[in-house]
């Protein structure tokens, strides 16, 4: 399917926070039919915040963690107060938290580094993985399942993700430990590595938690279940493009007191590990299967 650059454009613009003081930005949500505002989309426009405190030449974000406090609305603007930690000769460290209805409902800290010589290792990218443009987008994948999914699955979507293994409504029943798609934004970024640091950091937050459910055999159309993010980790490692293919390799490693812990490593096409993620979210039972 051709590429459509509107959606990932009006991502970006999404993204792109308003400064209204110093250290004071405001961040907005898509005019969208949403019950809460997307995890992905806090952070990411808290880590562009953050970013746009760092007067140092070259440093990059090398990390972060963040908190969700409560759910986000939707209808108003958002709030993030950055609060400059420390610049020290070689890191730089920002605390940012996100503001709504007077309450804080987000929180994250991340760090920022120039680049230096040291030692140089990384997990080997998995092997005989089908190449993205084999595999179907979102459209064709689910089409099965367009009744289902109503008004959202004719959504644009700024994000190109193919799913490696199968598809997220026919895990009913069919246990699995974890979870490989292939990712990218789908259409061109400009050169600017702390956008693409963004758009991929809206991005892991799109499958990571499902993750966390596939021991338990529960795909999209399992409706008995409520979950939402509450503490996602991310480690920067390698120089990528958001634009360009990423391979998601994610795995399930705990569910328990309603809550699910996942983690996955994401690999440049030319087997990089460019970024490491950890989460953990919300998995509460409401209803029987």
């Keep these: 399917m051709a590429t459509t650059q509107q959606p990932l454009d009006d991502l970006v613009a999404l993204l792109d926070v308003e400064q209204i003081e110093v250290n004071i930005f405001r961040g907005r949500s898509p005019d969208e039919n949403r019950q809460r505002v997307f995890g992905g989309q806090v952070a990411g426009q808290a880590l562009i915040s953050a970013a746009r405190t760092i007067d140092q030449a070259g440093r990059e974000v090398h990390s972060l963690h963040a908190y969700f406090v409560r759910p986000g609305d939707p209808t108003i603007p958002i709030l993030y107060e ?139 159309t399992d409706g008995y279940v409520h979950r939402a993010s509450l503490d996602p980790a991310m480690g920067f490692h390698r120089p990528f493009r958001a634009d360009d293919w990423l391979l998601y390799d994610q795995t399930s490693f705990s569910t328990s007191s309603a809550r699910g812990l996942a983690g996955g490593s994401i690999f440049s096409s030319n087997g990089e590990l460019a970024i490491s993620v950890v989460q953990e979210g919300l998995i509460r039972l409401v209803g029987k299967r």
């Design 82 to 220: 950055v609060d400059r930690l420390r610049d020290g000769t070689s890191f730089s460290t920002r605390r940012v938290i996100a503001i709504q209805h007077g309450k804080v409902i987000f929180n994250l800290q991340a760090s920022f580094h120039a680049a230096e010589p040291g030692l140089d290792y990384q997990l080997t990218m998995p092997t005989n993985v089908p190449a993205p443009e084999s595999l179907p987008d979102f459209k064709t994948r689910m089409e099965p399942y367009k009744k289902q999914l109503g008004e959202w699955y004719d959504r644009p979507r700024p994000i190109d993700v193919r799913y490696v293994d199968t598809d997220p409504a026919s895990r009913d029943g069919n246990p699995r430990q974890g979870q490989r798609v292939w990712m990218r934004a789908d259409g061109k970024l400009p050169t600017d590595s702390v956008l693409h640091a963004c758009i991929v950091t809206y991005a892991s937050d799109m499958t990571l938690l499902d993750t966390a459910l596939l021991p338990h055999g529960i795909g999209w």
